[in-house]
């Protein structure tokens, strides 16, 4: 690169950066394309590619062909309209017991933790770096019928004599708040610890009571993490299979479930892509109303806070 | 001034969050004791005494070297092509300005807002209509797909708190593009790097869902646990989840006692110069 151009443009970042641009203006494009192109052709087009084929008809033996039936839509919802309502149900219920459990703990490692707040954050996340499945699979052995928790939480009357833990929707809802309590905890205290403490201190000194204090200035300026950590919870959780698999019965199963059998089960393709198909347009709606509130690159920073 | 009623309230604060760390290491406490329990039978749900012998012989069990060693293998081949690929995504999008840059970070985030049995179905789909028969390398297609979000977003937080300052003086000292990226971009990078290579193959380890629907007749372990589950997971799968979790526990220690040096150092150096603004 030649000096020349660089040396008599105006001191400062604009110049510089300006004449760089123009003359590797291909370069952005070579550094872009083959990451772009992977998610367009293993994502995008994929994703396109269930709506046709939820529009097609056959069976697995004799292959699919493309009959633009539309009347799939219709069909699938009305079958499996328990299966969504379930999911939606207890997503939300995970939601709202993960936002429970972990506001608190997230203001604790924002404010009152100290110097042991990194620590406290490595305790959260690390639980996460042992396989999903084996943690479910640890959680029946916590819950299974004849365990030392089951039976104490009979003997105080929380679960009565014949009752069981396991195989319940008690022990899938535990399951997915366990599952997703990270995602909640994360964006909170990165929301919370962002927060300028002296406002609080200010709305005191004004005579303002901590739980009006608290109220009007601490809640609203953890909005955006509150919002990010209840979509970060919530979308995951719509589409959880695992802990309705290994904590549920058929009775428990959520739409995951559903879409999981279709595919590699029944192998009823349209049926599964049509599902699949809905998910991600329920999705999309979710997170098209969430970025016109607080940004997609807000959001996205929040997931790996 | 506090009163009485703030101090209850900060203590029960702590007892809560001390109950919430809790919950969230309750099942880690089950796979670790249960790794060093002497069952009888297949099953592996209760107690029956203190052996080490799931210790001494971690792949005693048909199947689960060759899943352990194919998941490390696809983690590890995941990584690097999604390291490569995201650290130029990210370069891209941070330094340059071009047309589409906003619908490409758009494209980027995506796939980590998508519900992952949706990720897994629409690939499965695809793969179907294409005819591709499903195995190793449909999953490490599948495994860099849905971890390509997270490293751009770990290297584009990296590069945007670094000073252009310091790439633009490299370049008015006469040294090309590629140089300065060489020798200033990627070693300011480097701990980024480093923690989205971790997180990429965390990810890629743990995955079930996509794998799940993308694996053909390769077996991971996720898959051998999730296919164990059904007649009693062998205490070999909590042998090995121990150690994966002992070993990400010391990678941590080892990058936090390198950061402390790296900022010990960098202080010593840099502190004539706070302008810098390292």
Redesign the interface.
């Known amino acids: ?1 030649s ?1 020349g151009g ?1 040396a008599a443009a105006p001191r400062g ?1 604009a110049g ?2 300006l004449t ?2 123009r003359r ?2 291909l ?3 070579a ?2 394309l ?3 192109l ?3 052709i ?6 396109l ?2 709506l ?2 939820s529009l097609q008809t056959g069976n697995p033996d004799d292959g699919f062909a493309q009959t633009w039936n539309w009347a799939i839509y219709a069909d699938s919802i009305s079958e499996y309209s328990e299966q969504m309502l379930r999911s939606l149900q207890y997503a939300g219920t995970a939601t709202i017991a993960c936002f429970i ?2 506001f ?2 997230a ?3 924002a404010f ?2 100290g110097r042991w707040r990194n620590l ?1 954050l ?3 996340v ?17 819950l ?1 019928d ?2 030392w928790i089951t039976n104490a939480l009979k003997t105080i009357g929380l679960v009565p004599e014949d009752g069981r833990l396991l195989a319940t929707s008690f022990a899938v809802i535990a399951g997915i708040t ?1 599952n997703f ?2 995602f909640m905890v994360l964006p909170l205290y990165a929301s919370l610890e962002r927060m300028d403490r002296t406002l609080v201190e200010a709305a005191t000194d004004l005579y303002a009571s ?1 739980w009006t204090a608290f109220r009007r200035i601490t809640l609203p300026l953890a909005g955006p993490g509150i919002f990010a950590g209840v ?1 970060l919870t919530f ?2 959780a ?5 802990n309705a698999q ?1 904590l549920g019965t058929s009775q428990q199963y959520m739409i ?1 479930n559903v ?2 059998s279709q ?2 089960v029944v192998r009823e ?1 349209p049926t ?2 049509a599902l ?1 198909f809905i ?2 347009l329920v ?1 999309l709606v979710i ?1 098209a109303v969430a970025a016109r509130f607080i940004g ?2 807000r ?3 929040a ?2 806070a | 001034m506090r009163t009485p009623l703030d101090r209850l309230r900060d203590g029960l604060l702590g007892v809560w969050s001390f109950g919430a760390v809790l919950f969230l290491f309750v099942p880690i406490f089950v796979i670790v004791l249960f790794s060093f329990n002497d069952n009888q039978g297949r099953f592996n749900f209760t107690w029956q005494g203190f052996t080490l012998r799931h210790w001494t012989d971690p792949f005693g069990v048909e199947g689960l070297q060759q899943a352990f060693v194919t998941s490390i293998g696809l983690a590890a081949l995941t990584t690097i092509i999604a390291v490569v690929l995201g650290v130029c995504v990210a370069l891209a999008l941070v330094r340059y300005k071009w047309r589409g840059r906003v619908a490409a970070g758009g494209l980027v985030f995506l796939p980590l807002a998508t519900p992952e049995v949706v990720l897994g179905a629409a690939l499965l789909g695809w793969f179907l209509t294409l005819g591709l028969i499903r195995g190793f390398v449909t999953l490490v297609i599948a495994h860099v797909m849905f971890t390509l979000g997270y490293v751009v977003i770990t290297i584009r937080a990296r590069l945007e708190g670094m000073d252009v300052h310091i790439e633009e003086a490299a370049m008015d000292l006469g040294a090309n593009q590629w140089t300065t990226l060489r020798k200033i971009t990627l070693p300011l990078l480097a701990p980024g790097i480093a923690a989205a290579s971790l997180l990429c193959f965390a990810i890629s380890i743990d995955d079930f869902v996509v794998s799940n629907f993308n694996a053909g007749q390769t077996v991971t372990f996720p898959l051998f646990v999730y296919g164990a589950a059904r007649q009693g997971v062998p205490p070999q799968v909590n042998v090995l989840a121990t150690a994966m979790l002992l070993f990400v526990v010391l990678l941590m220690f080892l990058n936090l006692g390198f950061q402390r040096r790296a900022a010990r150092r960098q202080n010593r150096d840099i502190e004539p110069t706070p302008a810098l603004g390292l």
Do not use: C, H, N
């Not at chain 1, 293993?42 to 994703?47: E, K, S």
């Open positions: 690169m000096l660089e970042q510089g950066w760089l641009r590797k203006s370069l952005p494009l550094l872009v083959p990451g772009l992977w998610l367009i293993f994502y995008a087009v994929p994703i590619s269930q046709w084929i459990i972990g608190p703990l203001y604790f490692i009152k933790a406290f490595l305790l959260v690390l639980p996460f770096f042992t396989s999903l499945i084996v943690r479910t699979v640890a959680w029946q052995t916590i299974t004849d365990s366990y309590l990270p901590r979509l979308i995951p719509i589409g959880d299979y695992i290994l995951g879409i999981q595919y590699l393709y599964a892509a699949s998910m991600m999705v997170i997609t690159k959001l996205s920073e997931a790996v």
